[in-house]
């Protein structure tokens, strides 16, 4: 049994995107552009390898897009091995992510089973399973009740976008047309009897201007893509696509798992963009593998037993005003970053970022779960004797998004540096996460034995109790 599970264990090779999707020649040419850019294959006009990079990534992240969208409205109940590793894990071509065992892992992590854990952590494809069923609720409450000037605001920031893509291609078809006649005029100056060096340079010429023909009419080819995808969102949208023609109940999936994945690909931008990775995507890439060769990615196994463990550390980090541990559903994202807490939910991005190490990238996400509860309230700085309250007074020159970097700055040192009798932390802010983000009473007790700062806290909280 094992010798036949091995044999019918995905390879992911190149161009395996076409494996997880129907055959869509324009996209699959979008795709091996892409690749060429990452690779460096088209840096035929000594282009800054950075642009290259850039233009590569959003390629791929549109790809991606189009690619999930199609799996959700055609088979997202029943999906291929294929398209699993697509759709949770981003993987797309193993010319993409070369060197390293990533590739050997992910077909193997489909085939383990959940496991038992203190808390529910989910891939997309069953993460799309809950939604679609209504089992979790819409990431946002926006998503559920959708108001028709957002829509229309949406449609604009859309419209505005196709016409600045139609100009930009107005501009390419002027170079096409000026390079063909710069092309027919170096063919028309070839002349059998010419002198060898003015046959080399009219070669040359011709070489030069063809490459950077094919480079305009693949750019052109790029942006009909994008037009067409931004035409199909506004008329999806408008007038219901696929969703008139299903039964209501499939078309409330549908529109469910629609609007989840919208959001969703906010998420995984944010998330990037938290772990100071401004340049990014869903799709995996060989540039978000850590440094650190001990560490290969954020599987469900290895987020459930970390979580564990910090929360052995936090023990209240989960718990509700009485008391009552209710742990937040956990999702892994394709993609690289820094992960979010949204309402009762922790995304997790597949990779920490690449220069962060992964136990320090969990911290500061549960320091952002820690300050969303702190902060969900609408008058969260005028409740006395609450944690957001207080280490705002702590901080009352900070504004909203400076508060919430030095909260997270903070909880990370108070779950490093602090747990280990280092005091790093000022005495105000350290008496607050005493009080509010408690350690267990067995570190409390070696922290007791360890300075003079530590025996007071402890000693002031034995003595109210």
């Known amino acids: 049994m094992d010798k036949q599970k091995q044999t019918q264990r995905i390879t992911i090779d190149d161009k395996f995107y076409r494996r997880a999707q129907a055959a869509d020649h324009a996209l699959n040419a979008n795709i091996e552009t892409a690749i060429e850019l990452y690779l460096g294959h088209r840096d ?26 199609t799996i959700i409205r055609e088979d997202w109940k029943t999906l291929t091995p294929e398209r699993k590793l697509l759709l949770n894990f981003g993987v797309m ?8 065992k990533v590739l050997d892992l992910l077909p193997a992590e489909l085939e383990k089973a959940a496991g038992k854990f203190m808390l529910e952590v989910y891939y997309l494809n069953e993460w799309f399973e809950k939604i679609g069923r209504g089992v979790i609720p819409l990431t946002s409450d926006v998503a559920q009740t959708k108001a028709v000037s957002q829509k229309k605001e949406q449609d604009e920031r859309v419209k505005a976008k196709i016409r600045d893509i139609e100009k930009k291609l107005q501009v390419k078809y002027k170079e096409e047309f000026e390079g063909f006649q710069e092309l027919l005029q ?18 040359r010429k011709i070489r030069k201007t063809g490459a950077a023909l094919e480079a305009i009419i693949k750019d052109q080819s790029l942006g009909h893509t994008e037009i067409e995808n931004l035409s199909a969102k506004i008329s999806e949208d408008g007038e219901g696509g696929d969703v008139s023609a299903m039964d209501s109940r499939r078309a409330d999936q549908f529109r469910r798992l629609r609007e989840e994945f919208d959001l969703l690909v906010n998420v995984m931008r944010s998330c990037a963009v938290r772990g100071g990775v401004l340049r990014n995507t869903p799709v995996l890439v060989d540039k978000w593998i850590p440094l650190d060769t001990r560490f290969s990615l954020f599987t469900r196994t290895y987020v459930a037993q970390k979580l564990e463990e910090l929360e052995s550390k936090d023990p209240t980090i989960f718990h509700d005003r ?9 999702l892994i994202l ?23 190490p992964p136990e320090a990238s969990m911290i500061r996400t549960l320091g952002s779960f820690r300050w969303f509860a702190a902060t969900k309230s609408f008058n969260w700085k005028d409740l006395p004797g609450e944690l957001g309250s207080a280490y705002h007074m702590a901080r009352p020159d900070l504004d909203f998004t400076k508060l919430s970097k030095n909260f997270i700055d903070d909880y990370f040192d108070w779950m490093t540096r ?8 000022d005495a105000e802010v350290r008496k607050i996460f005493w009080k509010y983000i408690p350690f267990p009473r067995e570190l409390k007790e070696d922290l007791f034995k360890r300075a003079t700062v530590y025996r007071q806290l402890y000693g002031e909280e034995l003595r109210k109790q």
């Open 418 to 425: 602090e747990a280990q009798g280092f005091q790093v932390l």
């Open 186 to 203: 170096a063919f028309n100056e070839l002349n059998p009897e010419a002198e060898a060096s003015d046959k080399l340079r009219l070669l």
């Open 93 to 100: 071509d193993a010319r993409l992510a070369q060197g390293g």
């Open 322 to 330: 009485g008391g009552r541990r209710v742990p937040p559903r956990v």
């Open 334 to 356: 394709p993609g690289v970053g820094t992960g979010m807490a949204w309402q009762d939910r922790i995304m997790m991005p597949l990779f920490p970022p690449p220069t962060m």
């Open 44 to 69: 035929r006009k000594k282009t800054d390898a950075a642009l290259n990079f850039e233009k590569a990534l959003g390629i791929l992240s549109m790809s991606y897009v189009k690619m999930v969208n």
